[in-house]
């Protein structure tokens, strides 16, 4: 009798597990079913095209120009891919260095025609030790007024065997069909900020202009040397939207499209609240690293696509 008992409360139970697993087989076959609707759908397409952009498993991006502002916190590091040339202008602070080569690889850029150091700001150049050791660079771009502080930096770049080139206000370097040119610094100043690296870029009439950690003195004199050629469609705001930068007559001369701040999730004053709401009022689209994570524009045949990763 006792047996008879236990024989049928196995049968119960194995038959309630039958009945939970078909229903489970239902319920992600009904998931499956809605996941497969939704990607057929223009919204699904999008979404799936950004998750496979933005994870590099979906190889590179087709469009010829790609402005990747990567999420490295209050610091910066951009990668500009242009005709199958590539670049990186700055590469964060020291933790970010392996974030920087991970984001190479997972993108297929195996080489760098140029890492660009704006200045010599442990935010800057923190983790540009790293790329000169584990990715294949031709040539290490500076500007003459730099500092002794990237000693560790000129090792590492000769013990690599890359060369280096100062680079100054009126050059102008190539990355497959796109012009950098070198607009600042205009003189020697008394603070590395203000001695950064500005780099316009233009690609078949779309421009971007780079300012690295640039303040009030800097754009004052970039404004009187070159006014309103410093037009810009895209501009990679200066030193993390700190209120010591973003002059008013600076903003009207670039007025630019879309604006992008470069800065972390953890810091109390930066972006400033003053300097959001301008660049509002003067660009139509802005975008913050802290927010949006890592940003990407591409540009192809005038048309602009913007990716972000939250
Ligand atoms: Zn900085």
């Known amino acids: 009798m006792k047996n008879k008992q236990e024989s049928l409360n196995k049968e119960a139970v194995f038959e309630s597990r039958q009945i939970r697993k078909r229903f489970l087989g239902r319920c992600l076959l009904l998931a499956l079913a809605v996941l497969l609707v939704f990607s057929f759908t223009s919204l699904g397409r999008d979404l799936w095209k950004q998750l496979f952009f933005l994870s590099g498993f979906g190889g590179k991006t087709d469009a010829p120009l790609a402005i990747h502002v990567l999420d490295v916190g209050k610091a910066d590091a951009v990668v500009i891919e242009c005709e199958g040339h590539a670049a990186l202008l700055d590469a964060g602070t020291a933790v970010s260095g392996e974030m920087i080569v991970d984001y190479l690889k997972r993108n297929r850029i195996d080489s760098l025609d140029y890492v660009i150091a704006s200045h010599p700001d442990k935010d800057h150049i923190g983790g540009m030790a790293q790329v000169l050791t584990e990715v294949k660079v031709d040539q290490f771009l500076r500007s003459p007024y730099f500092s002794e502080k990237y000693e560790e930096l000129q090792s590492v770049r000769q013990e690599q065997s890359i060369g280096e080139t100062t680079i100054v206000s009126g050059d102008s370097i190539s990355l497959g069909g796109a012009t950098l040119s070198v607009l600042g610094p205009l003189k020697e100043y008394s603070d590395t900020n203000n001695a950064s690296l500005v780099i316009w870029l233009e690609y078949q009439g779309f421009s971007t202009l780079f300012c ?15 006014g309103t050629a410093l037009s810009s469609d895209l501009l990679k705001v200066p030193h993390h939207g700190s209120k010591t930068s973003c002059t008013d007559l600076f903003l009207s001369l670039v007025s630019p499209r879309y604006a992008v701040v470069s800065v972390g999730r953890d810091n109390h004053n930066l972006p400033a609240e003053q300097v959001l709401k301008k660049l509002d009022l003067v660009s ?3 975008y913050q690293t802290d927010t949006d994570g890592t940003v990407v524009f591409t540009i192809q045949e005038n048309e602009v696509k913007i990716f972000t990763n939250q």
């Open 284 to 286: 139509e689209e802005l």
């Open 212 to 226: 690295g950690d640039i303040e009030e003195e800097a754009e004052l004199d970039l404004a009187e040397a070159y």
